[in-house]
Structure formats: C-alpha cells, structure tokens
C-alpha cells in the first residue's frame, strides 16, 4: 500500500532521463504536434435550450410548491400536512369507528379498561373480582350495571352465590365518554352467553346527569334498592319492562351516603 | 482568490496561428515542473485504484457469500465496505483528479510550478492519511458516516495535506500569465474552493459540535451527494472542458452556454442531497426543495452537454484513434446520463423505491466512475507522454482498458439498477418479509461481481501500462499511440 515508488529525489533524476535535457531546444513531440491551449466560440444560446431552462424552471417549481409541506418546521406530510392528510386520515379513521358494531367497540373498550381484573372470558377471578358472565347485576335490567360502571362499587357483594368485598370497583365516570361505557356495557351484556338488551350512549348520558350530585361509589345495599329489571329510560325494549321513570337512587340510597 | 471574482467578460478569440517555437518551449518547462509531483499523485492514485478495486471484489462476493472469512473482523463486510469506498474516493478519484488539476491549471496560467517538491509532500501527507484512515476503518474506529468514515484523526492529517496543496494550485492561478481565464480554471478553482469548505463544514456539523439527531443524516448525505457535485463533478467537468477541444484543436462552441452551465452548476448543486433521504423523519420541504434542485441541475447539465456536443460534432470519427478523446468523451455522455438518473430517481414517487437500495449504488458509480473515473483516465492518456517523454506502448493494452471498463462499469449499473428497482418493489410490498427483498436479488448481485471481474482486469492492464511508462519502457517516437492506424495524414496530430 506505499504508493512511493521511488523517493522523490530519484524521480527528479529520473525525470531528466525522460528524454528532455536541461536545454529546451529539444522539445518533446508530443509538444510539437500538441494543438494551441483551447479557446472559446461566441456561438449564441440557442432558443430551443432557454425553453428547455423554461421547462426546467417550470417543473422545479411547481414540485417545490406541491410537495413543500407548506414549509411548516415539523410538517412530515409532502402533502402539506394537516389539511389534506387529516381530512383523509380522519375520515378514514371514522369509517373505522362507524363500521364497527357497538359491541365490538365495546369488547376493544373491554380489553383496554377491563380485562386485568374481570378476565377477557368475564368470569374474574374467584374470591377477588366478580365474574360479569351470568351475573346477576350485569345480565338484568341495565339500570344497575349502569350505576356500578359510572360510579364504581365497593363493600361486600354477592354475584352467583359468591361473596366478593376484598377489592373495589373503581367509578368509570371521570375516564369513559358516555358512548364509551354504553358500547362496553352492551359488551358485557351480550357476551358469554349474556343475552341482555343493548345500552345507548344517551341512556347512560341521561344517567349521568342523575347520578351527577351522588359522591362517592355505590354499595350492596345501594343496588338491591333498584328492581333487578329496572332499565335505563330511552332504551329499546327487549320484552322487559317498559322504563319506568322511577325514583332516583338517591332517596333509596341515603341510608348508605 | 474567489470563485466568484472570476471576470465574466468574454475573451476575444484570436484567428487559428500556429503554435510557435516560444509557445512549445514554454509548456515543455512548465511540464518539466509538474512532472514529479504530478506522477507521484498519478502513481499514488493508481497504487491505491488497485487496492480499492481488491476490496471492491471482496465487498461484492460478500454481499451474495456472507461466509467468506466471516471470523475475522477486520474483513466484515461492515468495515471491507467503508474500507473500499473511501480508498476510491479519497485514494483514487481525489488523487487523480488533483493530479490532473495541478496539470491543467499549470498548463493554463502558463507558470511553471514553483518549488514541486512541496506538492510532493502535500500528496505524501494525503497518502498518510488516506493510509491512517483506512487503518482505522479496519481496526473498527469508523464514524459511520458516508464517505466520511475515515476517523477524525486521519481527517485532520488530510485537512493539512490538502491546505499544502490548495494553496499551491492557488497560488499558480495568482502568477497566472496572459489576460484569458479558461472555463477548466473556473471549475478547477471552484473545486479547490468547494472541497474545503464541504468537508470542513461536514465535519465541524457530525464531529466538533455535532447537531441533534436526524439531522446528521441531513448533513452527511449534504456531504456525499455535494463531494460527487462540487468536487469530483467540477474537476471532471473542468478536465472535459480542456481535453475535448484541446484534442480536436477547436474552440468551445460557446463562452455563453460555458458561463450558464457554470454558474448554475455551482447554485443549484449545493442544495441537492436531501433527496437522497426521501420518506425519512424531515420536514417535508426540506426535502422537497433538494428535490427541486436536482430538478434544476437540468439547466447546466443541457447546457454543458450542448457544449461539449456542438464542440464535438463532426470530430466524432477522431474516438476511434486518439485515446483521451475515447475515454474523455465516454466521460461526458456518463455525465449526462448520470444527471438525468438523477433527477429521475430523485421524484418522490421513483424515490420511494430506489431510495436505500442497491439503485443508489449503481447511481454512485455512474457518477464516480463512468463519468469522473472515464475523465480521468482520458486525461492520464494525455498527460503522462508529455511528462515522460515517451508514448504508450501498446495500443491494444488501451483498448483492453477501455473496453473492460465500458463493459464492466455498464453491466454493473445495469445489475444495480434492475436489482435496486426489484429490491425497492418488494420492500414497498407490505406482504413480503423483509429478507425476501434481499433474496430475490442475489442474480444481480452475482452479475455485479461479474462486472467486478472485468473492471479489475481493466485497472490492473492500465497499472500495468503506466507503470512501463513510468520506467521509461514507452515508445519513443514522434507519433502518437493511435487506437486503430491512422489512414489519413492529418489525423496525426489529434492525440
């Protein structure tokens, strides 16, 4: 890899072998025949060329000014960032939302808030969370389940014959939107061979409001005040009894608040 | 001494004289002066064509059987590959190209060069360097960069071999005689004007403060992209624009059509790189304007190639004899071509799947090789007879170089680019595993090799030829080595 061949001193001797003494009388005849140092015509720009700078111009332009990004600092998007791709992006993303079935919305609603403690087969876990398939409060009318899920439940609770009371059921209310905690309660009512009536994000609007000057979670005693088969004003009957307007639970729970 | 102090008033064009006896002692003293440092660049760059052109080899059969010496570290493919790549560029294209410069801008501001032994160690401190950073490349001290992995150690010793030999061309062009300033000067000063600034810029931005994050992508592809542009680019260009007219003994075709293509050359190419990132985490205008860049870059690249194509017509038949114009002229039709590559795959939708694929190579080497390389070596063809005194020896030894290069340089471009593009297309193809991309192109990968075959017979007959040249075994004669006899007796002096 020494690209030295020979030292530097020996190649200026060895220059002077390459056939040209010290005298320039006697020129290399590669010189001699060598054409004059290169000049330069005058030819003038030719029309067809400006048109090709034109065409040039025309396009870099025009892709600067379509892709630019609308130059914005942090636009990633060629398209120009948010207008385009949003309005693309979002829709998309809504005919997603609107293609799925409200239990199916539910169940992902399900696995990202629920599954840890009640099991994605919704039968919890013996001695600490409740089993939802073939509850009673989960599968009866959806006043209760309502209650529970908005506003979390604690103390001693029998579900299926078995006593439950060591953990507390945390109020939903701060964390779901209403139409997230109808999808997931429509879920829960008609999975695993639950076979209740669906939840609408109005109903549980509505019961929000209700329950909205009722502090803290409810208890046993709060649910077993509510008919097993009340349901939720405004839902579709399925053969139940017809939504009575019946009295808040506040009366009935204020022996417990 | 700035690019931009070059004057832009035309220079009158005296009628055709003959050359004179003073004109021809003249340039046989200013060719004694260059000689030793000129063939000590020369021979350093040949030396280190031949190494680059082994790691090459070793590089690509890697790349199709990965098992090859695979337990010995230094012979990786991650450290062979950088090894290779920065022997040829800073080894043999930046060595040549000087050679070829300090020739030239001697020859144009018809000085003698003053104390050549200085130039001689500028280009053993380069030698150095290059040598200390392909060490360190091997040894694993790689910054991992493109084109810039030497370690910052061996950048510095080659950022002072270089000032040594800046200041030398510089200084030529200050004791300049006559009133003319040459379109090859401009670019040769540009070059020598840009390359310090590209890479000192480069490495202040990834090693001395470096900036945040993605952004050292940004630069170094800046960098690579702008080394190919404003360094190698402007010498091969500067070197094109003095040997075609110079061999066929007839003016440029045009000083307008010159001063365009060089200025916005010099605009539109300093922007350019980025596209090289398309689809990476950057703002999109950023971008987006290296794209529109490139784009303009057809400006001087038509310009340019009118020129040289108006210079040429009619003088076309002289590639079959005279060597320098053979390979000079392949030179320039690369030039194009590669320009045009690259605007095409510098579009966001044909970026998409060319971008970081083996597409991108074939495009390195269309513009490091089959254009700068093809140049250069035109340019060896012409120069070294005048500083040895003597004339290639076998014609046919040429024509074996050329011919393997051409077909070498052409099959691998090919093989890269239909790879690279196959490549791209599965990658885009969410369905296909990711090492199914690579799978599929192993053929072309075998093909490349194969064209690795023809371009080291290539180098290793022109180290050869040079090297009976550079130990006095030429011919001496008063004709020049013609590609193919010469029927008619005015050609004669077309070499």
């Given at each position: 890899m020494n690209e030295q061949t020979s030292p530097p001193d020996q190649r200026v001797r060895q220059g002077m072998d390459y056939?040209?003494?010290?005298?320039?009388?006697?020129?290399h005849a590669a010189i001699q025949r060598e054409k004059r140092e290169p000049r330069v015509g005058l030819e003038p720009l030719s029309i067809w060329l400006i048109a090709v700078y034109g065409l040039a111009v025309f396009f870099g332009g025009a892709y600067l000014g379509r892709y630019?990004?609308?130059?914005?600092?942090?636009?990633?998007?060629?398209?120009?960032?948010?207008?385009p791709t949003k309005k693309a992006g979002g829709a998309q993303g809504e005919q997603q939302q609107a293609e799925l079935t409200p239990h199916d919305r539910g169940k992902k609603i399900f696995a990202a808030?629920?599954?840890?403690?009640?099991?994605a087969n919704g039968l919890?876990?013996?001695?600490q969370y409740p089993p939802l398939a073939g509850s009673e409060f989960t599968t009866g009318g959806s006043r209760r389940p309502g209650m529970i899920v908005l506003k979390g439940l604690e103390g001693p609770v029998t579900v299926k014959g078995q006593k439950f009371g060591t953990a507390v059921m945390q109020p939903w209310d701060k964390t779901l939107t209403d139409q997230r905690i109808a999808d997931v309660l429509t879920y829960e009512r008609s999975e695993w061979g639950n076979n209740a009536s669906p939840v609408t994000g109005e109903q549980i609007a509505a019961l929000r409001k209700e329950l909205a000057n009722h502090p803290s979670s409810f208890t046993e005693p709060d649910l077993l005040?509510?008919?097993?088969?009340a349901e939720l004003p405004g839902g579709a009957p399925v053969?139940?009894?017809?939504?009575?307007?019946?009295?808040?639970?506040q009366p009935q729970s204020s022996p417990a608040s | 001494m700035d690019a931009t102090e070059i004057p832009l008033k035309a220079p009158s064009v005296p009628t055709d004289v003959p050359t004179s006896n003073v004109e021809q002692i003249e340039r046989a003293l200013i060719d004694a002066s260059t000689r030793v440092p000129v063939l000590m660049f020369y021979t350093s760059a040949i030396v280190w064509l031949l190494f680059g052109t082994l790691l090459a080899g070793f590089v690509s059969f890697k790349l199709h059987?990965?098992?090859?010496?695979?337990?010995v570290s230094f012979l990786t493919w991650g450290r062979v590959r950088p090894a290779h790549m920065n022997v040829m560029v800073y080894g043999w294209a930046s060595m040549a190209g000087m050679g070829t410069a300090i020739w030239l801008m001697a020859r144009l501001c018809r000085t003698v060069l003053r104390h050549p032994l200085l130039l001689v160690a500028g280009a053993g401190f380069w030698n150095f360097g290059v040598l200390l950073g392909v060490g360190g490349i091997l040894v694993g001290?790689?910054?991992?960069?493109q084109w810039l992995e030497f370690p910052p150690y061996a950048a510095i010793v080659l950022f002072v071999a270089y000032s040594l030999i800046i200041s030398w061309a510089v200084l030529m062009f200050r004791f300049r005689r006559g009133d003319q300033i040459y379109i090859t000067q401009w670019y040769l000063l540009g070059a020598f004007l840009w390359f310090p600034w590209l890479y000192a810029a480069a490495q202040l931005m990834l090693f001395v403060v470096p900036v945040q994050g993605v952004m050292q992508a940004a630069v170094s592809w800046w960098f690579a992209n702008n080394l190919l542009f404003l360094w190698f680019g402007a010498i091969g260009l500067g070197t094109a624009y003095y040997m075609i007219p110079k061999v066929i003994g007839r003016p440029v075709y045009s000083y307008h059509l010159a001063t365009i293509g060089f200025w916005t050359y010099a605009l539109f190419s300093?922007?350019?790189?980025?596209?090289?990132?398309?689809?990476?985490?950057?703002?999109?205008w950023m971008i987006t304007a290296s794209i529109a860049a490139t784009i303009l870059t057809i400006i001087p690249v038509a310009t340019v190639g009118l020129n040289h194509h108006m210079t040429m017509q009619g003088y076309f038949p002289l590639m079959r004899y005279s060597p320098t114009l053979r390979f000079t002229v392949f030179g320039a039709i690369s030039y194009t071509v590669f320009s045009a590559l690259g605007v095409l795959i510098s579009l966001r939708s044909v970026a998409r799947y060319?971008?970081?694929?083996?597409a991108s190579i074939a495009y390195s080497h269309l513009g490091l090789y089959a254009f700068f390389t093809m140049v250069i070596f035109g340019s060896m063809y012409y120069i070294v007879p005048r500083l040895v005194?003597?004339?290639?020896?076998y014609a046919s030894l040429i024509k074996l170089h050329f011919w393997a290069s051409v077909y070498g340089i052409g099959l691998m471009i090919l093989m890269l680019l239909a790879g690279g593009f196959l490549q791209g297309a599965n990658m885009d193809?969410?369905?296909?595993?990711?090492s199914e991309s690579t799978q599929t192109i192993l053929p072309y990968l075998r093909g490349r090799s194969l064209s690795g075959v023809l371009l080291t017979v290539s180098h290793f007959v022109f180290a050869f030829h040079f090297g009976l040249m550079l130990f006095g075994l030429g011919r001496t004669s008063s004709v020049p080595t013609f590609l193919n006899p010469v029927e008619t007796e005015g050609s004669e002096a077309h070499v």
């Open positions: 056939g040209e003494s010290e005298e320039v009388q006697e020129v630019s990004g609308n130059f914005s600092g942090d636009g990633l998007d060629p398209l120009g960032g948010p207008p808030n629920c599954q840890t403690c009640h099991q919890g876990v013996p001695g005040g509510v008919p097993a088969d053969g139940a009894a017809p939504p009575k307007p019946g009295a808040p639970p | 059987s990965p098992d090859w010496f695979s337990n001290d790689s910054t991992g960069y300093s922007w350019t790189g980025m596209q090289r990132l398309v689809d990476g985490p950057f703002p999109a060319v971008n970081f694929t083996q005194g003597r004339e290639w020896r193809n969410p369905s296909l595993a990711f």
